[in-house]
């Protein structure tokens, strides 16, 4: 993963691919081949290829693009616990009305990429 301040520094695409990177890198094994959900692809140890819509055609991006959204609802459930007022078990850090209201009341955590326009206009009051 990328964390916020990588995010906030590089931006979200840069973020991504260097994410990609170390998920690749951080395996046991060389893959003989990578495939990417986009149309980009970041430096890696092996062959890979980028996929337009790849989540929709290519079962192993579908799989991948499935895990990581069950990964994600369950850390946002779990910092759901620690910032109940955002409302993340339920809006996922998406930017729902209620996660903007506390945005506006509560603040902005350390978890919010001060690079999002809605953290930042929080921050601006």
Same mark, same amino acid.
């Given at each position: 993963y990328a964390d916020v301040g990588e995010i906030d520094q590089l931006n979200i695409l840069h973020a991504t691919m260097? /994410?990609?990177?170390? /998920?690749v890198t951080g395996l046991d094994v060389v893959p003989d081949k990578v495939y990417v959900d986009g149309n980009r692809i970041p430096?890696? &140890?092996c062959d890979a290829e980028a996929i337009v819509g790849g989540d929709g055609t290519v079962a192993e991006? +579908? *799989? *991948? +693009?499935?895990i990581a959204k069950v990964y994600r609802d369950s850390l946002m459930k779990d910092l759901h616990e620690q910032y109940p007022h955002y409302g993340f078990a339920s809006n996922k850090g998406y930017p729902s009305k209620q996660h903007r209201d506390a945005l506006l009341v509560h603040g902005?955590? &350390?978890?919010?990429?001060? +690079?999002? *326009? &809605?953290?930042?206009a929080a921050l601006e009051g």
């Open positions: 260097l /994410a990609m990177q170390r /998920a430096e890696l &140890p991006i +579908s *799989a *991948a +693009s499935i902005v955590t &350390p978890l919010h990429r001060r +690079s999002f *326009a &809605p953290v930042r």
